[in-house]
Structures are given as C-alpha cells and as structure tokens.
DNA sequence: CACATGATCGCCT
DNA sequence: GGCGATCATGTGG
C-alpha cells in the first residue's frame, strides 16, 4: 500500500530531476565537514543535497536545520556518549550520512559534522525541488527523505566517496536566515530551547509552526 | 491558524 | 513495554 511505498522507497520523485553539474556547483569539502556543527547547519542553507539513481540526477535546495550536539545534547540520539548500532554513523568522520527510521513510518537524514569519534549532526528539515517540484514536497524531515528515497539503506554513506549522494555549495544570505528552537524535542530539558534551527525566511517550504518562522 | 489524535514499528531499557 | 529529531486529517476559533 502506499504507506509501505513510503517507507521503503528509494525511488527520487521524478519532479526532483535537477543535474549539479551543468550548473557548475561545487561539492562541500571534507575539511567543511569538520567544522563546528552549528556554523555548518547555517552554512548549508541554500545547498543543494543530491543524489542520483539509473544514471539521473535529482537534487533539492536546502532550506531548513537543525544541529544535534552530540554526548552534552539531551536531543541528540548520541547524548551522554550513546553508541549503538542505529547511532554509529554519527561517530564517523564529518561528510558521512545518518539516517535513522522514527515513528514507524518516516525517516529522517543527517550530514554527520566533526572529525572522528564526535557525535555530531546536522538534521536536514525541509527542501524546495527545481521549479517542477510542488513548493511543499519536501516540507518537513520524513517529507524530504521520501521525495528524495533516502531511506536507512543509505546510513553510514560518505558524501565525498560515494559517488551517487552529495551535497552541492549554493548559499543565501545571512540576513535571510532566520533562528528558532528545534521542533520536536520538547522532552530534552534545557536543550529544546537552545538556538539551532536555521531556515531561509523567504521560503514557503519551511516545516515547523508559523510563530517559530519569524524571530531571528 | 492552533491544537489533538491516530498510524505504526524499531530501538532501547 | 514505552516512546519517538513525523505527518495527515479533523475539529474549533
């Protein structure tokens, strides 16, 4: 049925056809991803997250983050050092993709940050599709992974070695990013209220309630 | 728009 | 056994 479709799905929705390399953009850095979490979620605002599958391209601008700390953040799956199975990829080298299955139904994708052993990540919100692309297709985490079929399949993938899912550089400007919370963990004690959600405050793809796409 | 609820299941205690 | 880094739908203002 069309749940179970979404689920395992790994199929990019064909509206999101879009092909980073006749545009001439330029691939993220190894060195970037190992740069402080926090600036890198801000930084990524803009880029293009890109995967190709049967030799077609298919591609989204981000345009919604959010920083997961790791062992000193209640909100992160790796809070207080936690290691398993499901959570490793987050101990990988910066560049790598963490994925992880919620709510028996959505998955959620993550660009792992900092070198080796530190457990850190940038959660990927919401996206907007090349112009062929409804503007709410990839609103909100589990949207946007199965528009794009990024499923747990692709946990632990290097986004500089495998050649088939990459992050593109494409940025907006500073002023036009908005700060919130995160959304979605009200459980975390003080840290549901720290500042690590950025989102491009001209975009209709933004997920999350109205009153935290305003402040800055 | 705000808020409430059900769906659905792998992960961790 | 309980509970999510969610989403769609339904209600009421």
Known sequence: MAIQKIRKNSVPDPRLRFDPQSLGLKQFSREFFLLDTTHIARAIIGAWFCRRRDNQWYGARIVETEAYLGSTDAAAHSFRG?????????????????????????????????????????????????????VKLLSGPGKLCAALGINVAHSGLDLLADADVRLFQSRVEDAKIGISKRIGVDYAGDAAAWPLRFFDMDSDAVSGPLKLRTPK
């Not at 499901?86 to 028996?104: K, Q, T």
């Not at 959505?106 to 457990?119: E, F, Q």
């Open 82 to 134: 936690r290691r398993t199975p499901r959570v490793e990829p987050m101990y990988m080298e910066g560049g790598h993709l963490y994925v992880f299955f919620v709510y028996g139904m959505h998955c959620c994708a993550n660009m792992v940050t900092k070198p080796a052993g530190i457990a850190e990540a940038v959660l990927l919100r919401a996206a907007e599709g090349p112009e062929t692309a409804p």
